[in-house]
């Protein structure tokens, strides 16, 4: 499973809203693993900082808006997915193919419309750009998980990412979660969970974990409650620190 939402969070919202893959490379894959250090290096940083950094930029702009509605209201091409199959390992198209489909599925139904109140014919107007920007930010997160991380680093993370990202990228969600919980663990360790008791990283690990939390030492109760609870339990595929007999058969594949 993270491989598969690791290789999607890379290639990005155009696949998913035209079913084109871009050409496979050993290089898309590599810069796909790396995604995860990526989400481990935000979990370090956020306990080193003591405000919250600016607002991620934006990588679907909102003119696409219309394009990218578009092609989410159009079928695939069978011509298309039928080349792509041509180009991609058979193993990696099926997993990468079944994420798209999941993020497409996911992002149709928050196409906004809007029926003019009263109305008995249904018929359709232009939503409201506010409406429009809702969508888009969506559509950003789909594009570039990554912007996640960045959303909680800047202290913007509402329960309208987390639900996308828990629903969509549940592993590459997992790694970013533990690897917040092993510094906050660390911080705790040293005498610094201090540090991390300002207001803005409260409301940030809250929205996070659906849970208010009052206090860095909550977490920690969270996790041992978490652990007790899922203890015998086969390892998660969105652990961090993957032993070899651990590995994905697609991490092997790049070991040999």
């Known amino acids: 499973m993270l491989e598969q939402e690791l290789i999607a969070a890379e290639i990005g919202l155009w696949p998913v809203v035209t079913g084109k893959l871009p050409k496979y490379s050993d290089a898309l894959i590599n810069r796909a693993m790396r995604i995860q250090k990526e989400f481990r290096d935000v979990a370090k940083k956020f306990g080193e900082i003591s405000k919250p950094l600016p607002m991620p930029e934006a990588t679907i702009l909102r003119k696409d808006y219309d394009k990218v509605v578009e092609g989410l209201n159009t079928e695939w091409d069978s011509d298309v997915v039928a080349e792509n199959m041509a180009q991609w390992p058979d193993e990696l198209y099926a997993m990468v193919e079944m994420q798209l489909l999941e993020n497409r599925i996911y992002l149709q139904p928050?196409?906004?419309?809007?029926?003019?109140?009263?109305?008995?014919?249904?018929?359709?107007?232009?939503?409201?750009?506010?409406?429009?920007?809702?969508?888009?930010?969506?559509?950003?997160?789909?594009?570039?998980?990554?912007?996640?991380a960045e959303l909680f680093l800047a202290g913007a993370l509402t329960q309208v990412e987390t639900?996308?990202?828990?629903?969509?990228?549940?592993?590459?969600?997992?790694?970013?979660?533990?690897?917040?919980?092993?510094?906050?663990?660390?911080?705790?360790?040293?005498?610094?969970?201090?540090?991390?008791?300002?207001?803005?990283k409260r409301l940030a690990m809250s929205n996070l974990l659906g849970v208010q939390v009052d206090s860095f030492q909550n977490v920690l109760a969270w996790q041992t409650g978490f652990e007790e609870k899922t203890a015998g339990r086969p390892p998660n595929p969105g652990r961090i620190e993957l032993a070899e007999a651990n590995q994905t058969d697609l991490q092997k594949t790049q070991a040999r």
Do not use: C, H
Not at 111 to 136: N, Y
């Open 110 to 148: 928050q196409v906004p419309t809007q029926v003019p109140f009263g109305s008995f014919q249904m018929t359709l107007i232009e939503p409201s750009d506010s409406d429009k920007a809702r969508f888009m930010w969506q559509a950003n997160l789909v594009d570039r998980p990554q912007r996640f």
């Open 163 to 200: 639900a996308l990202m828990r629903t969509l990228y549940p592993a590459l969600f997992d790694v970013f979660l533990f690897a917040l919980i092993d510094e906050i663990i660390a911080a705790a360790m040293d005498n610094k969970i201090a540090s991390w008791e300002g207001g803005w």
